[in-house]
C-alpha cells in the first residue's frame, strides 16, 4: 500500500509542478518595434556622462514622445511649455538602425542618432551627442 501512495503523492506534485508551469501570467515577449511603440514615452531623467543626472524641468516633464507602428514620431509639448510660442506638437519620423540598437530620429530639419542602452516595457534608455554625451531615460 505504501508504494501505491508514494506514486499517488508523485503524480500530485507533478501534475501541480505542469500546471503553474503553463500559467497564463506569464509576460509575453515583445519586440523592440512592439516595445518603443506600445504606449507614449514620458522623460524621467537626463544624465551627463561623466557628470550627472537630473530630472527633467517642469515644463519637459509632461512632454509626450509618440514612436507609432509606421515610422512616424510625434512630440507633444504637454500642457506645460517652455516657451509659449512653440508649436504644441511636431511630426517626425523613426526608423531603428544596426541591428535595431539605434533609432534615427528626424524631425523638425534635425536628425539624430539614439544609441538604445535599455529597452523594456517601462523603460527607455537612449545615449547620443548633442554637445555633450547624453543618456536620457524615458518610462510611461
Request: include cysteine; aromatic fraction near 10%.
Amino acid at each position: 500500500m505504501k508504494p501505491f501512495k508514494l506514486i499517488l503523492a508523485l503524480a500530485l506534485v507533478l501534475t501541480i509542478t505542469l500546471i503553474s508551469s503553463c500559467s497564463k501570467d506569464d509576460d509575453p515577449i515583445l519586440s523592440r518595434l512592439e516595445l518603443l511603440t506600445q504606449k507614449p514615452w514620458k522623460l524621467k531623467s537626463t544624465t551627463i556622462v561623466g557628470i550627472g543626472t537630473s530630472p527633467p524641468e517642469s515644463y519637459s516633464a509632461d512632454d509626450i514622445h509618440t514612436f507609432n507602428t509606421d515610422g512616424t514620431y510625434v512630440f507633444d509639448e504637454g500642457p506645460t511649455k517652455e516657451d509659449s510660442s512653440d508649436p504644441q506638437t511636431v511630426n517626425g519620423k523613426w526608423e531603428f538602425a544596426e541591428a535595431e540598437t539605434i533609432i534615427k530620429l528626424s524631425y523638425g530639419g534635425l536628425t539624430l542618432n539614439q544609441e538604445i542602452v535599455e529597452l523594456t516595457s517601462t523603460t527607455l534608455k537612449v545615449k547620443f551627442n548633442f554637445i555633450f554625451d547624453l543618456e536620457e531615460t524615458f518610462g510611461h
